[in-house]
């Protein structure tokens, strides 16, 4: 495969980047910089075009199937996303979801570039992203559920029966969760702001293979770490999955335009250094984060904290 930005972006002997490629490829498009526009809308090309330009990554073409979609959603919602965009209307799907003639087309290259990822051990970082879209309905920027559509398709065809989900967005991951909330082979935790949008993840809110860590206005990296070693690592510990997939929102991080959290980059790295020991193998596939020019830097240091050489965490 081809990759972006590699003459640009040559990598030098102290690029922390050069470390960590061979342990995560980085896969993207130049679709998901034209396609589906937005306007001025948060969830714009540009957040991908500033990946681009950052970071050395491989083309994938992959699009989901109607198939691995209908896996988790509803055919006939499916159906109506398709029939949205094939109608050359731009409109909303959901007071927040802009659906325009190529948003269902982009739509399943993000999905589909989420199944490469679990595939290669890889991070997709597409768009729009996932972790709200319901069965049955777009929600909160999201079309389909991009982390839930792979892990569907890590355990029919990749054999791994046992997946956990790690959602560290600002933002609640309510769509994944009510997907996985009566499946006992699907552990879903989260890490986020509330009370927030969308108003779920509160606390108390969960089962035995739904755990919700709510966190309050202007959290940091300490409150992070430490809900990350009181609650997050033992339960996906306990849980013993066969694949662990990230949904890596950066909208937790200081400047962001809608988070509100201050998590930094080190914070990033250091949640990614944590979560890349609690399984053998480990996806990550992009959500929110709307500050373009800090994008890639938080992205780097996911990359960089998930590397086998990445210091143990303290």
Do not use: K
């Amino acid at each position: 495969m081809s990759s972006f930005g590699a003459e640009r972006n040559a990598p030098d002997a102290d690029n922390s980047l050069t470390r960590t490629l061979p342990a995560l490829d980085l896969l993207s498009h130049s679709d998901f910089t034209r396609l589906h526009p937005t306007g001025s809308h948060p969830e714009r090309p540009e957040r991908i075009q500033a990946l681009l330009d950052a970071l050395p990554c491989e083309v994938t073409s992959r699009r989901a199937s109607v198939e691995e979609l209908t896996a988790c959603h509803d055919p006939g919602y499916v159906e109506t996303v398709a029939a949205f965009s094939s109608s050359g209307r731009t409109g909303y799907l959901d007071p927040d979801t802009v659906c325009t003639p190529t948003s269902y087309e982009l739509a399943r290259l993000a999905a589909g570039t989420a199944i490469e990822a679990v595939e290669r051990s890889g991070f997709a970082l597409g768009r729009p992203p996932g972790h709200h879209a319901l069965p049955d309905r777009a929600m909160g920027f999201c079309l389909f559920n991009n982390v839930a559509v792979a892990a569907r398709f890590a355990q029919r065809e990749l054999g791994l029966s046992r997946v956990a989900i790690f959602d560290w967005d600002v933002h609640h991951g309510n769509g994944t969760q009510d997907m996985f909330w009566n499946d006992a082979s699907v552990l879903f935790v989260s890490l986020h702001r509330w009370p927030f949008y969308p108003g779920s993840g509160g606390p108390g809110e969960g089962n035995a293979t739904t755990v919700n860590v709510p966190l309050s206005a202007g959290a940091g990296d300490a409150a992070y770490v430490a809900a990350m070693e009181a609650t997050v690592e033992p339960a996906i510990r306990s849980f013993e999955p066969d694949l662990l997939i990230v949904s890596a929102g950066f909208d937790a991080a200081a400047g962001d335009p809608l988070g509100g959290m201050l998590v930094t980059a080190e914070g990033f790295r250091e949640l990614a250094s944590r979560a890349g020991r609690l399984c053998g193998r480990v996806a990550c596939v992009l959500e929110g984060g709307y500050n373009v020019e800090t994008l890639p830097d938080l992205v780097r240091a996911t990359v960089d904290g998930l590397a086998p050489e990445a210091p143990a965490p303290r």
